[in-house]
């Protein structure tokens, strides 16, 4: 509390690093010096703690059976539990909370983390969004994932984004030209090679003569 602030009326209590475990009742006695202490006024004021959710993330759909696509949501770090919904966002309406399976605890903060799994059926084509809703901050966090007309084919491109044929092609290639760069390395030596023995056959021819003219001297 501030003596300058209680000074001008103002008996706020500042608390510093809250946690969820200063949610509770504070009791305000305020009592008056010039009345002889006598109470003047009795306040209960009850404090609420909030922290937001994390964006949800909905990882890619996989299908444990060729008749069901599964969903998963995860969001972390918020107080207090919070309520979870899927969505279908082609029309905006809320899918069956039976479809869904919540997995929500307290991590080593002392806030909530949430896991929701949605199965539903195989469709060629799904539009969804998964909600994360903190009703005391009336904060709703939406994130959609969308499915084409083949997942399984949606995933294998992107997990193999160069065909078979693409990567032969560029092996081939990249061995053509090294093949290449040997071919010249190796005529570059021998071209060397044939420069540096007529240097030295000239030299020799270059020294025999002179030794016949000194021999006859």
């Known amino acids: 509390m501030s003596p300058a602030g209680m000074l001008r009326g103002d008996f706020s209590l500042r608390l510093f690093n809250v946690t969820p475990q200063d949610e509770q009742k504070f009791h305000c006695l305020v009592l008056s010096q010039s009345l002889g202490f006598q109470e003047v006024l009795s306040v209960e004021v ?33 107080y207090p539990r919070p309520n979870v919904y899927w969505i279908n966002k082609t029309d905006n309406s809320l899918l069956d909370q039976a479809l869904q399976n919540d997995t929500v605890f307290l991590n080593m903060r ?62 081939w290639s990249i061995l053509a030209v090294l093949c290449l760069l040997v071919v010249v390395a190796v005529a570059i030596g021998w071209v060397c090679r044939d420069r540096c023995l007529q240097h030295s056959y000239a030299g020799a021819w270059a020294v025999s003569p002179e030794t016949e003219l000194t021999g006859h001297v």
């Open 46 to 78: 009850t404090l609420h703690v909030a922290a937001n959710f994390s964006v949800p993330v909905v990882s890619a759909p996989h299908s444990p059976s060729q008749d069901e696509l599964t969903f998963t949501c995860t969001s972390i770090n918020g």
């Open 110 to 171: 002392g806030l909530y983390d949430v896991v929701s799994v949605l199965r539903i059926a195989r469709t060629p084509s799904v539009n969804i969004g998964c909600c994360i809703e903190n009703v005391l901050l009336q904060q709703n966090l939406t994130v959609g994932s969308q499915t084409g007309n083949d997942i399984g084919e949606r995933d294998k491109i992107t997990e193999n984004p160069v065909s078979t044929g693409e990567k032969s092609a560029a092996t």
